[in-house]
C-alpha cells in the first residue's frame, strides 16, 4: 500500500509536468550556487590560470517531501591548455521519481582573448548528447489499476545531439556571461492516437553576472545574478549577495523571482578545496507539500606542474 500511494504521488507530479510541456517549454534544471557551477550553463565560462586542472560537482535535491521530486547532479572538468584556449567535460543528470532521467555529456572548448589590462573575453562551444529515459513499468496512475493514459504507456529511450554556445567577459573581479547550452530543441514524447503529449525542449538562454567589491582587507562583498529565458515560460531570476570572510569563509542569501528564499554557504578548506550548501524555502503555493530544497557543491582545483601551490596562490572567487 506504502509503495502505491509512492507510485501515485508521483504520478501526480509526472502529471503536472507533462501538462506544463504541453503549454509550456520544459525548463532546464535551476541551481542556486549558480556561480560556483558555470561550466554546465556556459561553455566560455574560463579561468585563465594555466597549469591548473579546474574540477567541481554539485548535487541539488528539490522539493524535499514530495515523493518522486527532482534530484540534479553535475559535474565539470576545464583547464588552459595555453594563454588562449581552454578545455572541458560536463555533465548533467536530472532525474524525476527514478521514472525521468535525463543525462547530458558535453564536451567544451573556449578561447580566450585580451581587452584589457586585467580583463579577457572568451567564446565558447559545447558539444555533446543528451540521453533521455523513461521506465514506467509497474507505473500507477490510479490505485489498483495500470494507467490508461498514453503518455505513460510506454517506456521511452531516446538520444540526441546538441550543441550550445557561449560568451564570457571576465577579470580578477567580476564577470558577465551569456549562453545558451542547448541549441537544438527536441521532442521527447510524441503524440499517439490523437493524445498529444508533447515534451519540447526549446532554447534556453542565461545571462548571468558577478562583482567582488573589497570591503577591507579581509571582508569582501560579492553580489551575483543569473536570469534565464526560454519561449513560453516565464523569466526566472535569481540574485544573490555573499559575504566572504578571510577568503575563507563566505555566507549570504539568495531570492529566486516568484519561487524560493535561500541561505548560502562555503568554506574554503584548503588553497584547492572549497565545499558549500544552500538551502531554498519554498515561497510559491508548492511550498505547502515540501520541506525545501537542498544542495550541495565542491570545487577542486588540480596543480598539475606543482608551481603554484601554498596558500599565496591568489582564490578562484568564481
Not at 21 to 40: A, G, H, L, V
Not at 231 to 256: C, F, M, Q, S, V
Not at 263 to 277: C, H, K, M, Q, S
Amino acid at each position: 500500500m506504502k509503495n502505491l500511494n509512492i507510485y501515485h504521488r508521483i504520478a501526480v507530479l509526472l502529471s503536472l509536468t507533462f501538462l506544463s510541456w504541453q503549454s509550456f517549454s520544459q525548463q532546464d534544471p535551476q541551481f542556486t550556487q549558480y556561480m560556483y557551477n558555470m561550466s554546465i550553463i556556459n561553455p566560455a565560462y574560463a579561468t585563465a590560470e594555466e597549469g591548473i586542472l579546474n574540477l567541481g560537482g554539485l548535487y541539488r535535491t528539490q522539493w524535499v517531501g514530495v515523493d518522486g521530486a527532482p534530484k540534479t547532479a553535475s559535474f565539470f572538468a576545464h583547464t588552459p591548455v595555453n594563454d588562449k584556449i581552454e578545455l572541458g567535460i560536463s555533465f548533467t543528470n536530472d532525474n524525476i521519481g527514478d521514472v525521468v532521467d535525463e543525462n547530458n555529456i558535453f564536451a567544451d572548448f573556449a578561447y580566450v582573448l585580451p581587452v584589457g589590462v586585467e580583463s579577457k573575453i572568451s567564446f565558447g562551444v559545447k558539444g555533446g548528447f543528451t540521453f533521455y529515459n523513461t521506465n514506467f513499468d509497474g507505473f500507477m496512475l490510479q490505485s489498483g489499476d495500470r494507467s490508461t493514459d498514453m503518455a505513460f504507456n510506454e517506456n521511452i529511450t531516446r538520444t540526441f545531439p546538441n550543441l550550445g554556445i557561449g560568451t564570457f567577459f571576465f577579470a580578477e573581479n567580476y564577470y558577465l556571461g551569456l549562453s545558451a547550452p542547448n541549441l537544438l530543441s527536441t521532442k521527447h514524447i510524441e503524440s499517439e492516437n490523437g493524445i498529444k503529449a508533447t515534451g519540447v525542449q526549446n532554447v534556453h538562454y542565461f545571462f548571468t553576472g558577478g562583482y567582488v567589491f573589497d570591503i577591507n582587507e579581509n571582508l569582501k562583498f560579492k553580489p551575483a545574478f543569473m536570469g534565464k529565458a526560454v519561449k513560453g515560460a516565464p523569466l526566472a531570476l535569481d540574485i544573490t549577495a555573499n559575504i566572504l570572510i578571510n577568503e575563507k569563509l563566505e555566507a549570504g542569501l539568495g531570492y529566486r523571482l516568484d519561487d524560493a528564499i535561500s541561505a548560502l554557504v562555503n568554506f574554503r578548506v584548503t588553497p584547492d578545496l572549497r565545499i558549500g550548501y544552500a538551502y531554498d524555502y519554498t515561497t510559491s503555493n508548492l511550498g505547502d507539500f515540501n520541506s525545501g530544497s537542498h544542495e550541495i557543491f565542491i570545487l577542486f582545483d588540480v596543480d598539475l606542474f606543482g608551481f603554484k601551490g601554498g596558500y599565496d596562490r591568489s582564490p578562484r572567487f568564481f
